[in-house]
């Protein structure tokens, strides 16, 4: 299969890679679309990580295959996929810390070499405790893939609103109109309260 394998600083390369292969309880989806996230350039252009490794974690596809021990997931469902789920069940997670949960940390999706998400290539691995655990979500037949890929970037947001506790009413300021504060100024609508948000950083702003 064709991937995008970062190779080092400012070094992506279009190569041909084994498609993953499969342990009993995983699933294989082909990517269909993936979002670029400000977090994948930034691993591009900053030495944080040691390559190879295939980046892209905003993916919607379909899937190709399942192992034979997965239930309730068949070839040829359209699916979103997250690319990390906590385990719900150490300290970090029982105090809504989740990013710092070992398992969220250690157990991603994957193209090959590192798990790094693995979006950027035609097929993706996701490993049995993300299939498991409410890490691929179907999606409706009047939502395109293209949309379906902004569940993981939304969640992001949503998260951070409920957090917030936004309610009807208030009046919240969103410090940048890029994807995410974008997204933000949406939710932060959707849930009743007044965004501010300077209107000259994007003009997507116009129809909000």
């Given at each position: 299969?064709k991937?995008?394998?970062?190779?080092?600083?400012?070094?992506?390369?279009?190569?041909?890679?084994?498609?993953?292969?499969?342990?009993?309880?995983?699933?294989?989806?082909?990517?269909?679309?993936?979002?670029?996230?400000?977090?994948?350039?930034?691993?591009?252009?900053?030495?944080?990580?040691?390559?190879?490794?295939?980046?892209?974690?905003?993916?919607?596809?379909t899937?190709?295959?399942?192992?034979?021990?997965?239930?309730?997931w068949?070839?040829?469902?359209?699916?979103?996929?997250?690319?990390?789920?906590?385990?719900?069940?150490?300290?970090?997670?029982?105090?809504?810390?989740?990013?710092?949960?070992?398992?969220?940390?250690?157990?991603?999706?994957?193209?090959?070499?590192?798990?790094s998400?693995?979006?950027?290539?035609?097929?993706?691995?996701?490993?049995?405790?993300?299939?498991?655990?409410?890490?691929?979500?179907?999606i409706?037949n009047?939502?395109?893939?293209?949309e379906a890929?902004?569940?993981?970037?939304?969640?992001?947001?949503?998260?951070?609103?409920?957090?917030?506790?936004?309610?009807?009413?208030?009046?919240?300021?969103?410090?940048?109109?890029?994807?995410?504060?974008?997204?933000?100024?949406?939710?932060?609508?959707?849930?009743?309260?007044?965004?501010?948000?300077?209107?000259?950083?994007?003009?997507?702003?116009?129809?909000?």
């Amino acid at each position: 299969m064709k991937a995008q394998v970062f190779r080092g600083v400012n070094q992506l390369c279009y190569e041909d890679i084994p498609v993953p292969t499969l342990k009993p309880d995983e699933v294989l989806v082909q990517v269909q679309v993936v979002g670029l996230c400000q977090s994948d350039i930034k691993k591009i252009r900053y030495p944080l990580y040691e390559p190879p490794r295939i980046f892209g974690h905003e993916t919607a596809g379909t899937i190709s295959a399942v192992g034979s021990e997965v239930t309730g997931w068949q070839i040829g469902q359209r699916v979103a996929v997250m690319h990390h789920i906590p385990c719900m069940r150490c300290d970090y997670c029982l105090n809504d810390n989740f990013s710092m949960c070992d398992t969220y940390k250690n157990i991603c999706t994957t193209a090959g070499f590192a798990p790094s998400g693995g979006g950027f290539a035609e097929y993706v691995k996701v490993p049995g405790h993300i299939v498991q655990n409410g890490g691929l979500i179907p999606i409706p037949n009047n939502i395109s893939f293209e949309e379906a890929s902004f569940v993981e970037p939304t969640n992001c947001c949503l998260k951070a609103v409920k957090k917030a506790q936004i309610a009807p009413g208030q009046t919240v300021l969103i410090t940048g109109a890029g994807p995410i504060g974008l997204m933000f100024i949406m939710l932060v609508k959707y849930f009743g309260a007044k965004a501010i948000a300077p209107t000259y950083s994007h003009p997507a702003l116009k129809k909000l």
